[in-house]
């Protein structure tokens, strides 16, 4: 009899990890959301290196019994240096108090992929994955950018080309519903939260660039003005406020004429690049330009 009961408790302890085992399974699946990029690459050791990484992740994190987690780790596949990867894997509440997200970032001496997850409870549903070159420089930043209560994901980065100052804000907004909206790409912009507006530089040549100010609408920008020189007026250095993005001498629209810069447009943080030109580059650019 005895024994017969030690054989009943072993098998009962023996279900009982087999369930435990069992609760910490959970799927990873890719949600149908605006946001959601697949990540095209052409090296595939560079692939194989990051997908290694994220099953470690899943790895850790289904060894971990917190409800958040905050790690960083270092993998490598051989000595090249190429090869090796650092990982930077935060779990908890990123972006609401309600809901958990994941948060993925590997840099290998190439290039920088992200990865966000949302949880759901019994796996992680993959919302936003996106890749920059290492030449970039990316910098990534969690806030509340709209001013609506949620945080959100923030990617600053500059090209390693181009011909005019150019420094991008990558911006993807929470929506209330878990997942992101559509990603917004925004360039020399300068944040005003209060405001709850954002004033920049357009990409272009000192005398061409135009300042701008857009104001959030929820999710979306909404276009409130651009203003940039009048290359009409040789004589001084003037201004045309319009809501178009660009110079245009059309009289169908509507422009309105400034002699001076309005002052909210002094703390934009590119507006001595906006001003590096003067009354002789006007001269030059009004003679070639016939928009």
């Not at 399974?25 to 959601?36: D, G, Q």
């Amino acid at each position: 009899m005895i024994r017969i009961a030690y054989l009943l408790v072993l098998v009962a302890c023996c279900i009982s990890c087999k369930q435990k085992k069992q609760a910490k399974h959970f799927e990873i699946k890719v949600a149908n959301s605006p946001s959601n990029a697949r990540i095209d690459s052409t090296n595939k050791k560079q692939d194989s290196l990051f997908h290694n990484a994220l099953d470690h992740v899943f790895t850790l994190i289904k060894a971990n019994s917190n409800n958040t987690f905050d790690k960083s780790f270092s993998t490598a596949q051989d000595n090249h240096q190429d090869h090796n990867l650092k990982v930077e894997v935060k779990l908890g509440y990123l972006f609401s108090q309600r809901y958990k997200n994941l948060l993925i970032i590997g840099a290998s001496n190439l290039e920088t992929r992200i990865y966000i997850y949302n949880s759901d409870g019994t796996g992680f549903n993959q919302l936003i994955t996106k890749k920059y070159s290492n030449y970039s420089f990316p910098i990534f930043s969690i806030k509340d950018i709209n001013a609506d209560g949620l945080k959100d994901f923030l990617v600053n980065w500059y090209p390693a080309s181009g011909c005019c100052r150019r420094n991008i804000y990558d911006l993807y907004l929470s929506k209330t519903d878990k997942t992101f909206g559509k990603e917004i790409t925004l360039v020399n912009p300068t944040f005003y939260s209060k405001e709850r507006v954002i004033r920049g530089v357009t990409y272009n040549h000192p005398g061409l660039a135009s300042l701008y100010k857009f104001k959030w609408n929820k999710l979306n920008l909404d276009t409130v003005e651009y203003i940039y020189p009048n290359l009409k007026d040789t004589l001084q250095l003037s201004y045309i406020k319009s809501s178009h993005k660009r110079y245009s001498s059309s009289k169908s629209r509507k422009l309105v004429q400034l002699k001076s810069l309005p002052k909210e447009y002094r703390t934009v943080l590119e507006i001595d690049y906006f001003k590096s030109y003067d009354l002789k580059d006007i001269k030059a650019i009004s003679k070639n330009y016939n928009n």
